[in-house]
């Protein structure tokens, strides 16, 4: 899911404690962000909005401090190991990641299927664990994918948490687009959704992300009761019938939120 990359030059830009200088060389590391391969030092400057000049600056800043590398081709850049130095302390220092780990563990040996946890972020949820089954491919394992709050099970129950204003927020700012011919796109079946989510105390996706594919979400609310993550469970249509994957892994992951709760 794309993701909004910050403005260097925004309005954040007037307040005497913002150094624009580093917010530019965030900018750098978050091109790469949805980017298919590596990328010269032309798309860097379009993506970033800077200069060729300040681009290669602080490419070959970032070069000298690891964070980026030369393409085996030599035609690009692209992020290198210091990279995932930082997502390893993100994910080691969150302390619901911390709390949570163990306790996805021992669900993912109780369901049998892919467990994982997501961060909410307003329009994305973004994994931060995930423990995945035989079925999934590559980029749907890896820690950091996103995907629409709007169309996940764990977003629907996220969402039925929230203020209606927010959730109207949501939707008012969300694109909409299907991932799949199943993806829901009208703002009031999402609603409906959420509404359903709300009663039961969880979410049931069916097809929203991939074909063939069944998720279950419950949230996980911070100690003032505001979502901040959530559980999802996902199995295949072709193993389950919906209520019997309901039925039996619902309490099992409503379970496991409460302990994340009380860890």
């Not at 423990?131 to 995907?147: D, Y």
Request: some cysteine.
């Amino acid at each position: 899911m794309q993701r909004k990359n910050h403005d260097p030059d925004g309005p954040q830009a007037e307040n005497a404690l913002f150094v624009q200088s580093l917010a530019r060389g965030m900018s750098v590391l978050e091109a790469f962000h949805d980017a298919d391969g590596a990328l010269s030092l032309g798309q860097i400057a379009t993506r970033t909005g800077l200069t060729r000049s300040a681009a290669q600056r602080l490419v070959h800043t970032f070069r000298t401090l690891g964070y980026l590398t030369l393409a085996e081709d030599g035609r690009g850049f692209r992020l290198d190991l210091p990279i995932l130095d930082l997502t390893h302390d993100y994910l080691r220092l969150n302390p619901l990641v911390r709390r949570a780990s163990p306790i996805l563990l021992d669900l993912r040996r109780n369901v049998r299927e892919r467990v994982d946890l997501s961060l909410f972020d307003g329009q994305r949820m973004v994994y931060a664990a995930r423990m995945q089954s035989k079925r999934e491919t590559f980029f749907a394992t890896l820690v950091g994918n996103s995907v629409p709050t709007t169309c996940t099970s764990g977003g629907w129950a996220v969402m039925a948490m929230l203020p209606p204003t927010e959730v109207d927020q949501i939707l008012d700012e969300a694109s909409l687009r299907p991932l799949t011919p199943r993806t829901l796109t009208d703002p009031q079946a999402i609603r409906d959704q959420v509404a359903l989510a709300r009663e039961a105390g969880h979410a049931l996706a069916l097809e929203q992300i991939l074909m063939g594919e069944v998720a279950l979400g419950v949230a996980i609310p911070d100690a003032s009761g505001r979502p901040i993550a959530a559980i999802h469970i996902a199995g295949s249509l072709s193993e389950w019938d919906p209520e019997e994957f309901r039925r039996r892994n619902a309490p099992l992951a409503a379970e496991a939120v409460r302990s994340i709760m009380s860890a």
